[in-house]
C-alpha cells in the first residue's frame, strides 16, 4: 500500500490543521494507522494512532485533547485534526500503517511496514 501524506502548513500557536494521509494500492479496511513527527535534531516520535477495526484511538500525552485521529473507510483516508497548535508541534509528520500489528506496538515506529512521505507543519509563536 501506498501512502501520501497532506495538510501540512505556516500556522500561528492556536490555530488548526487537519493532516490527510491517503492510500492507494489497497484499502485502509484492516490496517492500523499512526501518526508520527520528527522535529530537526529529535528523534522521531509518535502522535496518534487508530487501530485495525478503526474502534480504539491512542495519543502521545503532548497531544491529547487537542489532537483527534479518525479513519474514513470509504474515502481510503485517515485524518489527523489538529487543534490548538503549539509552536512545539512544529515539525515533518509521516503516517504509517500495516495489517498486522497488535494494539500494544501501535506506539511502536518499527512495527509499521508502509510510510507516507511526510507533510511539514510550522507552528509560529
Known amino acids: 500500500v501506498q501512502l501520501q501524506a497532506s495538510g501540512g502548513g505556516l500556522v500561528q500557536a492556536g490555530a488548526s490543521l487537519r493532516l490527510s494521509c491517503v492510500a492507494s494500492?489497497?484499502?485502509?479496511?484492516?490496517?492500523?494507522v499512526a501518526w508520527f513527527r520528527q522535529a530537526p535534531g529529535k528523534e522521531r516520535e509518535f502522535v496518534a494512532a487508530i487501530t485495525r477495526t478503526g474502534g480504539g484511538t491512542i495519543y502521545a500525552d503532548s497531544v491529547k485533547n487537542r489532537f483527534t485521529i479518525s479513519k474514513d473507510n470509504a474515502k481510503n483516508t485517515v485524518y489527523l485534526q489538529m487543534n490548538s497548535l503549539k509552536p512545539e508541534d512544529t515539525a515533518v509528520y509521516y503516517c504509517?500503517?500495516?495489517?498486522?500489528?497488535?494494539?500494544?506496538?501501535?506506539?511502536?515506529?518499527?512495527?509499521?511496514?508502509?510510510w507516507g512521505q511526510g507533510t511539514q507543519v510550522t507552528v509560529s509563536s
Open positions: 494500492g489497497r484499502t485502509f479496511r484492516g490496517y492500523a
Open positions: 504509517a500503517a500495516d495489517s498486522s500489528i497488535i494494539s500494544s506496538q501501535l506506539r511502536n515506529s518499527i512495527q509499521y511496514d508502509y
